[in-house]
């Protein structure tokens, strides 16, 4: 069993379309982050929000983390072709060992001109 | 500093056979950890490490041995190579502070092949 479930699993837009990717649980993290991984290589933070409630922008991106921080969004606006890859959230669970992370399985996000 | 350094980066291996898939870190990182990552299920927990001399198992430990004798190397060794263990494998290391903190960092991973 998963603990953190991502959803979409794949993802195919168009340049310009607006798009959203969810993680839930049902456990409380202290802290959730977001990975973006490219083919070949490894995955590279993007945020961490540890607020309930926290909006953090990147850019074009939102990430929004649940006010019982259970959840998480990823919301990319006017969506381009470099935005392709694959999106992973992780998070940290009270109680676990210091830096110990939960992954969700990702979503892959292909974004065609 | 080279972050996060894996060696090697493809491996194929035959069933039964023994290697160690190597690891360093030179960021003084006390959190270490080894993921497989296969087609749909995202980074799965092999092994983890908060420091040296201290290891414990993550989801899928089978198959694995893991030993911290320094802050800055972690291999991860497979004792008898089965094809279920094809699979694509990141390092990562990370400090163990606030949540701020512990942006884990991956390596570029190793590709293995078990024929």
């Known amino acids: 069993t998963q603990l953190l479930e991502q959803s979409p699993q794949f993802l195919s837009i168009q340049e310009g379309e607006n798009l959203t990717v969810y993680c839930n649980s049902s456990?409380?993290?202290?802290?959730l982050q977001w990975y973006r991984q490219e083919p070949g290589e490894g995955p590279v933070l993007l945020v961490t929000v540890v607020t309930g409630g926290e909006v953090k922008k990147l850019k074009r991106l939102t990430f929004q983390f649940g006010d019982a921080r259970k959840d998480s969004s990823l919301h990319i606006t006017a969506a381009q072709p470099g935005d392709t890859g694959l999106y992973l959230c992780a998070g940290a669970r009270r109680g676990s060992t210091l830096g110990r992370l939960y992954f969700g399985r990702g979503t892959q996000l292909t974004v065609w001109p | 500093n080279a972050g996060v350094t894996q060696t090697p980066k493809f491996q194929v291996l035959k069933t039964g056979q023994s290697m160690t898939l190597q690891c360093a870190q030179d960021?003084?990182?006390?959190?270490m950890s080894w993921y497989r990552q296969d087609p749909g299920m995202g980074l799965r927990l092999i092994h983890y490490?908060?420091?040296?001399?201290?290891?414990d198992q993550g989801e899928v430990p089978n198959g694995y041995n893991v030993s911290r004798s320094t802050t800055e190397d972690f291999p991860l060794r497979l004792l008898s190579a089965a094809p279920s263990q094809t699979s694509v494998y990141f390092c990562?290391?990370?400090?163990?502070?606030?949540?701020?903190?512990?942006?884990?960092?991956f390596g570029p991973g190793t590709r293995l092949t078990v024929l």
């Open positions: 960021m003084n990182h006390e959190y």
């Open positions: 490490s908060v420091g040296a001399g201290i290891t």
């Open positions: 990562a290391s990370s400090f163990t502070g606030t949540p701020l903190d512990n942006e884990q960092f």
């Open positions: 456990s409380v993290f202290s802290s």
